[in-house]
T-cell receptor
Framework: AQRVTQPEKLLSVFKGAPVELKCNYS??????LFWYVQYSRQRLQLLLR??SRESIKGFTADLNKGETSFHLKKPFAQEEDSAMYYC??????????????FGQGTILTVHP | KAGVTQTPRYLIKTRGQQVTLSCSPI?????VSWYQQTPGQGLQFLFE???????NKGNFPGRFSGRQFSNSRSEMNVSTLELGDSALYLC???????????FGQGTRLTVV
């Protein structure tokens, strides 16, 4: 069965500090990996997907197939990064294409 | 371009009743998926529709059903409501399967 683990429910850092949100997955086949973010009073939105290899708002995520991890990183956190972050592998093909399996989420708080 | 619209935003129902939630995807999007969000279970996949056909289904009882119309609008129905069905129900749309999912604001269902 597909499983996603985000070990930290809460993560607090100070502005300017590096931040890493952890995600480990157990998934059959070759999943496509996503990070979604939900800012206060806003809808859930895509932050980044590993296949595009883009850096969005200073965030990057490296897929480590050996460790089955997809940790989200930012070298210098900003107050506006405070939000709920979800790691979400999705099926990259087959009959379950398009289904996202969400982790429990990590609430990131960046203090001034 | 209008985003994903879910109606109603809030709903209060009594145990044993049934409820229908509606989702209007972004114009041109043919894929609609539904998720249930609760504090205990997090975000869980319900089902996905593409061109009026259900492509994927999550691990929910048969009381949860859905459909998609020719204009891509989707409805989900929950029959014989239970207290545990109280949740935020999110709808997401995509242009095709292999693209980013755009989420609606959700419908908050409370079962009393």
């Amino acid at each position: 069965a597909q499983r996603v683990t985000q070990p930290e429910k809460l993560l607090s850092v100070f502005k300017g500090a590096p931040v890493e949100l952890k995600c480990n997955y157990s998934y059959s086949g070759s999943p496509e990996l996503f990070w979604y973010v939900q800012y206060s009073r806003q809808r859930l939105q895509l932050l980044l997907r590993h296949i595009s290899r883009e850096s969005i708002k200073g965030f990057t995520a490296d897929l480590n197939k050996g460790e089955t991890s997809f940790h989200l990183k930012k070298p210098f956190a900003q107050e506006e990064d405070s939000a709920m972050y979800y790691c979400a592998p999705g099926n990259a093909g087959g009959t379950s294409y398009g289904k996202l399996t969400f982790g429990q989420g990590t609430i990131l708080t960046v203090h001034p | 371009k209008a985003g994903v619209t879910q109606t109603p935003r809030y709903l209060i129902k009594t145990r044993g009743q049934q409820v229908t939630l509606s989702c209007s995807p972004i114009s041109g999007h043919r894929s609609v998926s539904w998720y249930q969000q609760t504090p205990g279970q997090g975000l869980q996949f319900l089902f996905e529709y593409f061109s009026e056909t259900q492509r994927n289904k999550g691990n929910f009882p048969g009381r949860f059903s859905g459909r998609q119309f020719s204009n891509s609008r989707s409805e989900m129905n929950v029959s014989t409501l239970e207290l545990g069905d109280s949740a935020l129900y999110l709808c997401a749309s995509r242009p095709t399967i292999n693209t980013e999912a755009f989420f609606g604001q959700g419908t908050r269902l409370t079962v009393v």
